[in-house]
T-cell receptor, first 110, second 116 residues
Framework: GNSVTQMEGPVTLSEEAFLTINCTYTATGYPSLFWYVQYPGEGLQLLLKATKADDKGSNKGFEATYRKETTSFHLEKGSVQVSDSAVYFCALMNARQLTFGSGTQLTVLP | DADVTQTPRNRITKTGKRIMLECSQTKGHDRMYWYRQDPGLGLRLIYYSFDVKDINKGEISDGYSVSRQAQAKFSLSLESAIPNQTALYFC???????????????FGPGTRLTVL
């Protein structure tokens, strides 16, 4: 079956620090991979996606590369801001369904 | 105006009561979904619908039912609520672009349901 494993949180960083949130997956076939972000009190918003191996998704300074050989899709940002504080979810799309990781809470301190 | 709306935003009810959560969308998408979110478990799919006449069970459909009243409306019902159905419920929509494309799902703001 399909599954997504995310780095457990919570993660606390100082402003301008480098961010990595690890994500690995198990799936049959060739899934598409996503990162969603959930700000406090809101629904999930698509942050970035990648649809095939070696694709890099990017948005708002965040990046993730689809690595088939390591079945990973790690999220990175070079310099986080206080406004990046949120919960981040890794997800895969396979057989018409999205499977989510458990989420990683990020807090950025000024 | 929000593209995906959910009502109510918060609801407290008692064990055994029937509850309906409603979702409406103005994005013109054919596909709609219901998820529940529990702390530490991410989101899990309850039901999904690819058009008005197509309803499918997701990972955790037991204890829930749905109705797709129109392309824009998708309701989730709990026929007899129980405390372990206390969770945050999200509706989502997507539009399939054709063979070889990937759905992107757009989420509503969520409904916080508490069953006492």
């Amino acid at each position: 079956g399909n599954s997504v494993t995310q780095m457990e949180g919570p993660v606390t960083l100082s402003e301008e620090a480098f961010l990595t949130i690890n994500c690995t997956y198990t799936a049959t076939g060739y899934p598409s991979l996503f990162w969603y972000v959930q700000y406090p009190g809101e629904g999930l918003q698509l942050l970035l996606k990648a649809t095939k191996a070696d694709d890099k998704g990017s948005n708002k300074g965040f990046e993730a590369t689809y690595r088939k050989e390591t079945t990973s899709f790690h999220l990175e940002k070079g310099s986080v801001q206080v406004s990046d504080s949120a919960v981040y979810f890794c997800a895969l799309m396979n057989a018409r369904q999205l499977t989510f990781g458990s989420g990683t809470q990020l807090t950025v301190l000024p | 105006d929000a593209d995906v709306t959910q009502t109510p935003r918060n609801r407290i009810t008692k064990t055994g009561k029937r509850i309906m959560l409603e979702c409406s969308q103005t994005k013109g998408h054919d596909r709609m979904y219901w998820y529940r979110q529990d702390p530490g478990l991410g989101l899990r799919l309850i039901y999904y619908s690819f058009d008005v006449k197509d309803i499918n069970k997701g990972e955790i459909s037991d204890g829930y039912s749905v109705s797709r009243q129109a392309q824009a409306k998708f309701s989730l019902s709990l026929e007899s609520a129980i405390p372990n159905q206390t969770a945050l419920y999200f509706c989502a929509t997507s539009d399939w672009g054709g063979t070889g494309t990937t759905d992107t799902q757009y989420f509503g703001p969520g409904t916080r349901l508490t069953v006492l």
